[in-house]
C-alpha cells in the first residue's frame, strides 16, 4: 500500500469514530506522534494495522447498533 493510501486510510477509519487524534491515540494506545506521521503520510504501518484497527471499529459499531456498549 502506498504511502498516501495508508494515510488517507488510516485518517479516514478514525474520522468514522468521531474521535479527535488525541482520543483516538489513548483508546488504541498508539502513541500520538506516531498516528500524526501516520496520517501525514510521513510513516507507514504495516498493512496488517489498519485492517485490525478497521475491524475492530466495525464491530463495535455493529455492536453499537445492537444495543451492545463495550466495557
Not at 474520522?15 to 507507514?44: A, D, S, V
Not at 464491530?59 to 453499537?64: F, G, I, T
Request: charged share 35%; glycine share 4%.
Amino acid at each position: 500500500m502506498s504511502d498516501e493510501l495508508f494515510s488517507v486510510k488510516m485518517k479516514e477509519l478514525r474520522e468514522t469514530t468521531g474521535l479527535n487524534r488525541k482520543e483516538f491515540c489513548k483508546k488504541f494506545e498508539i502513541p500520538y506522534r506516531t498516528m500524526t506521521e501516520w496520517e501525514l503520510g510521513h510513516r507507514n504501518a504495516p498493512p496488517y494495522v489498519l485492517r485490525l484497527l478497521s475491524y475492530y471499529v466495525e464491530m463495535q459499531r455493529k455492536l453499537n447498533e445492537n444495543g451492545i456498549s463495550e466495557k
